[in-house]
């Protein structure tokens, strides 16, 4: 069974402050997409990682893709209060029919 | 808007009744998938389309649960019987066939409370 843990679960910092949440599998993925759901709302999908190291930057967050394709990360540089939400790392399963969701980490940035 | 819309937004019932969801992807997505979110989760998957093709099912799909897309255009889903273990946000997603990628784009949900 592909899982996806992610961590940490829930992340409350001051607006300014950097951090970094991540998304590891024990399972191989062809790619890895990360959203972002604020309440109430569906998920917006956010960045797709596709090839084992590959960064890629979207204005203050950079998103890594491990090497082994097997985990991924979301560093969010001088984060602000329109930051808060629930970020979200998936997969596709293996026969490519669906996405597999980790649970999540719920940011709160506070001014 | 050219998005992913779903219908009602909100939707409360008594226990026992029966709901049904619309969702109407976008145009030009083939696929077309049904998730269940409850509070502090990920989305849960629940079914596949490819076109009117019902491909994939998930175990949390009971036997209640029915999803419908005809002609392969706009998605039905129905929960009969409803329990309040049913209470969750119904999610709607669609995606391209490109490259056999899966990028899916949600809808808004619904969110159901079964009283």
Known sequence: TQLLEQSPQFLSIQEGENLTVYCNSSSVFSSLQWYRQEPGEGPVLLVTVVTGGEVKKLKRLTFQFGDARKDSSLHITAAQPGDTGLYLCAGANQAGTALIFGKGTTLSVSS | ?115
């Not at chain 2, 969801?21 to 596949?48: A, K, M, V």
């Not at chain 2, 049913?86 to 079964?114: H, I, K, N, W």
């Open chain 2, 1 to 115: 808007d050219t998005g992913v819309s779903q219908d009602p937004r909100h939707k409360i019932t008594k226990r026992g009744q029966n709901v049904t969801f619309r969702c109407d992807p976008i145009s030009e997505h083939n696929r077309l998938y049904w998730y269940r979110q409850t509070l502090g989760q990920g989305p849960e998957f629940l079914t596949y389309f490819q076109n009117e093709a019902q491909l994939e099912k998930s175990r949390l799909l009971s036997d209640r649960f029915s999803a419908e897309r005809p002609k392969g255009s706009f998605s039905t889903l129905e929960i009969q019987r409803t329990e309040q273990g049913d209470s969750a946000m119904y999610l709607c997603a669609s995606s391209p066939v490109v490259g056999g990628g899966t990028e899916a784009f949600f809808g808004q949900g619904t969110r159901l409370t079964v009283v």
